[in-house]
T-cell receptor, first 107, second 113 residues
């Protein structure tokens, strides 16, 4: 069955520290993967998708088919990165979301 | 100029009541969705409509009935509300039914007492 796993419910780091939010998926075929973010009091929005291979707000995510992972990384965390992050897999006709990781960046 | 809007933002009601949540998008998108986010922040698809046609119905109780009067609107009606229906309900839309970016509404927090 298709599934997205985000093993960390909460990730706390200090400003300037590197960040890696983990995402693993199970999917037979070529996956389409996304990261969505929800800042406090804002709506859920797309952060990045693997096919675009771009860096958004300093975040990057590389699809590793061997490890079935799509971890989200940023070399230097900022306080404004504090938010809820969801990894998502597009399967046929719907997005399957992971359980989310709350990132807290302390000053 | 809000892209995806939902009303109401908050809804507090008693068990057994019937309530509706409305969603409208002004992006010209063909596809609209309803998601449920539980108390643990887990987000799960409930329904999806493409050009007013139901394409996804994820093992949701019959008490939940979506209605799409036109491409820009997707409403959610819930009959005989139960305590377990308490959650935040998100509407979203996308250009099509493929892996397009989904644009989310602000959410409706439903509390059933």
């Amino acid at each position: 069955a298709q599934r997205v796993t985000q093993p960390e419910k909460l990730l706390s780091v200090f400003k300037g520290a590197p960040v890696e939010l983990k995402c693993n998926y199970s999917y037979s075929g070529s996956p389409e993967l996304f990261w969505y973010v929800q800042y406090s009091r804002q709506r859920l929005q797309l952060l990045l998708r693997h096919i675009s291979r771009e860096s958004i707000k300093g975040f990057t995510a590389d699809l590793n088919k061997g490890e079935t992972s799509f971890h989200l990384k940023k070399p230097f965390a900022q306080e404004e990165d504090s938010a809820m992050y969801y990894c998502a897999l597009f399967n046929t006709d719907k997005l399957i979301f992971g359980t989310g990781t709350r990132l807290q960046v302390f000053p | 100029d809000t892209a995806v809007s939902q009303t109401p933002k908050y809804l507090v009601t008693q068990m057994g009541n019937d309530k509706s949540i409305k969603c409208e998008q002004n992006l010209g998108h063909d596809t609209m969705y309803w998601y449920k986010q539980d108390s643990k922040k887990f987000l799960k698809i409930m329904f999806s409509y493409n050009n007013k046609e139901l394409i996804i119905n994820e093992t949701v109780p019959n008490r939940f009935s979506p209605k799409s009067p036109d491409k820009a609107h997707l409403n959610l009606h819930i009959n005989s509300l139960e305590l377990g229906d308490s959650a935040v309900y998100f509407c979203a839309s996308s250009q099509g039914a493929g892996g397009y970016e989904q644009y989310f509404g602000p959410g409706t927090r439903l509390t059933v007492t």
